[in-house]
């Protein structure tokens, strides 16, 4: 009997030359892929980021790939423990669209923010996909930064898309898509909190400015 089978782990450098790391773990069932990276901002930064609903259609939707990203989100203010909402994701080479239930579990500032997602895929031929995914969001700070660590986790998926049902086709998928679409969206989470600090920085001199 063989043993899980080690994916590949591969370096990417971000504009701000910072180093994010993907790892892929999947033994043909269980799935979770780790993106480590890191950023000029605060821990808090980064989890204000994340928990402001108001964002993520930013850093997840309009500067994501076309076919992975996020195109609604129903939901605003601050996420607590708790918290739930609707999204509405697109599907990489379909019309389809990923049809999102969302709850926050666990929302600790500044370290970790996590939420689980039940999502499902109408198919225009066969019956609809449903999986459950687990996202968590780990920030601890590194110099005058933060390094953070993003971990999705599929939990369970039902009745796959045709093209995921082949064995080169899910393998491709699982290690090579996924990863390639989502280290985009990180690096982009990254790039908001530095933005966010920036711009908390250039208020704050203003004022002492003024004084």
């Known amino acids: 009997m063989s043993g899980p089978v080690a994916a590949p782990t591969v370096k990417v450098t971000t504009r701000d030359g910072g180093d994010p790391m993907t790892e892929v773990r999947w033994d043909g069932a269980e799935y979770e892929m780790v993106l480590e990276g890191t950023c000029d901002a605060s821990p808090a930064d980064v989890y204000d980021v ?14 994501q790939h076309r076919g992975f990203r996020l195109l609604s989100l ?52 066969g019956k609809p996909t449903e999986a459950r995914y687990e996202h968590r969001y780990e920030i601890a700070r590194e110099g005058a930064g933060s390094r953070v660590v993003y971990r999705l986790r599929e939990r369970s998926v039902a009745k796959p898309p ?43 001199q203003g004022i002492t400015s003024t004084r």
Do not use: Q
């Open 50 to 63: 994340l928990a402001d609903l108001s964002t993520h259609t930013r850093w997840a939707g309009a500067d």
């Open 74 to 125: 129903d939901g605003e203010g601050i996420a607590e423990a708790g918290t739930t909402f609707a999204s509405v994701g697109s599907v990489p080479m379909s019309l389809s669209r990923w049809e999102n239930h969302n709850e926050v579990l666990e929302a600790r500032r500044p370290d970790v923010f996590a939420f689980g997602t039940d999502a499902r895929v109408r198919w225009r031929i």
């Open 162 to 204: 045709p093209r995921m049902r082949f064995p080169v086709m899910k393998s491709m998928s699982y290690r090579v898509m996924i990863p390639w679409f989502c280290r985009r969206g990180f690096a982009n989470l990254l790039r908001e909190a530095d933005r966010r600090a920036a711009s908390a920085g250039s208020g704050l």
